[in-house]
């Protein structure tokens, strides 16, 4: 794949890059948890055997499949041949949940972080080393569920130890970077590393939102506190658990765990964004106003600004008008797919068939998810089939 999607679904929170580094707190403040007000969970929360393989996973290293893979390679680059070249497993990505290595290798489909996670267990079954990384690079919004997303990108280096030494060898003398997303650019971005207990409590997280995003807020809830325990000093899981609590109607312990997403990162926009309309419908307008005008400096106009205009307008059968503010959205977010696919409503409309078509076909590769690119696919062979004379709405709303 050529562009960068998202691979964590955090509500309004993120691994971003900071202006201030988070203080080295080990522990969760007290009285953050309320485990009373929620039911016990439903399923096993946890990231017990997250790089676990599965015997099939060993069945397939022992195959005659993976040996061809390794034939004149070093291992690491056979490794990544035989995971995601088009003629071996054939895997799909795909971001409606995250996995475990083993689910991914079951499913043969993941989100960016499975698909590391499950890389990474491959890796050091046959003795490679490896170091996780998260991507230096604007995080992509999105939103599912009634919720506003907004995501990072990880990716994995692999290399061989040289015996007794903790130099890296690889066949070109360096670290390879796999990357799923834009393995042209991988090596041009900065990365901070990551140690597997980030991995972990990013995969809590992840788990977290997507159960929220399905409506399970008790199993959601103990989810983020599982993410919360695995690392304290990061504000991802405070702030997924403070929308939690704001879903289950409980605003003086969503604003305690907003407050301790700030104490780690004082500029979360995600986290800004949050507090600031709580605290203003708790009637603190002053201190609404004060974090609305901290959000401002950070990013002066808001994602789905130009959006949310543009939906005005094509409400309003201002099509010509709501067709640029789609491209201006567009323009500054060109990996989401909704974007892509209101723009081509909008060119619909406008009798701009061909550029509708464009643009379904951007929504299509740019959607994470398989149903979503399994609608997209449909509205595309519906417009062609229909020709460029006839333009309905219905064709593809």
């Not at 070109?172 to 597997?196: C, Q």
């Not at 990013?202 to 325990?229: I, P």
């Not at 509205?379 to 460029?388: D, I, P, T, V």
Request: include cysteine.
């Amino acid at each position: 794949m050529r562009h960068l999607v998202p691979f964590l679904l955090a509500l309004l929170a993120m691994l971003g890059g900071c202006a201030t580094a988070p203080p080295r707190i080990t522990v969760p403040p007290p009285a953050l948890f309320a485990d009373s007000a929620f039911k016990p969970p439903s399923e096993t929360i946890g990231a017990d055997g997250l790089f676990t393989l599965s015997p099939a996973m060993r069945d397939y290293l022992h195959s005659p499949a993976f040996a061809a893979q390794l034939r004149g390679k070093s291992r690491e680059r056979g490794l990544v041949d035989a995971l995601y070249s088009k003629s071996d497993l054939m895997l799909e990505y795909e971001a409606s949940k995250t996995r475990t290595a083993a689910e991914t290798y079951a499913a043969r489909a993941g989100n960016c972080l499975s698909l590391v996670i499950m890389t990474a267990a491959f890796a050091r079954e046959l003795g490679l080393t490896v170091r996780f990384q998260n991507v230096i690079a604007d995080g992509t919004w999105g939103r599912e569920g009634g919720l506003f997303l907004v995501a990072s990108h990880v990716n994995i280096t692999l290399a061989q130890r040289r015996a007794n030494s903790f130099q890296y060898d690889t066949a070109n003398g360096r670290e390879l970077v796999v990357d799923f997303l834009m393995p042209s650019a991988a090596e041009s971005f900065h990365t901070r590393e990551l140690d597997e207990g980030d991995i972990v409590a990013l995969y809590l997280n992840n788990r977290a939102a997507e159960t929220l995003v399905q409506g399970r807020v008790d199993d959601a809830y103990w989810w983020a506190r599982a993410a919360v325990h695995a690392n304290p000093r990061s504000e991802v899981a405070y702030n997924t658990l403070g929308v939690i609590y704001q879903r289950r109607g409980e605003p003086a312990l969503a604003e305690r765990a907003f407050r301790a997403a700030l104490e780690r990162q004082p500029d979360s926009l995600p986290v800004l964004q949050n507090l600031g309309p709580l605290l203003a419908r708790l009637g603190r307008l002053d201190e609404a106003q004060a974090l609305a005008q901290r959000a401002a400096i950070i990013e002066p106009t808001p994602p789905y600004h130009y959006f949310n205009q543009g939906m005005a307008a094509l409400q309003r059968g201002d099509n010509r008008i709501a067709r640029d503010l789609f491209k201006r959205e567009v323009a500054r977010a060109p990996y989401n797919d909704e974007f892509h696919f209101w723009l081509a409503v909008a060119h619909l409309r406008l009798g701009e068939a061909e550029q509708a078509r464009t643009q379904l076909v951007l929504a299509r590769d740019n959607s994470t998810r398989r149903d979503m690119r399994e609608a997209y696919s449909a509205k595309l062979a519906h417009l062609r089939q229909s020709g460029e004379g006839r333009t309905r709405r219905t064709y593809i709303q």
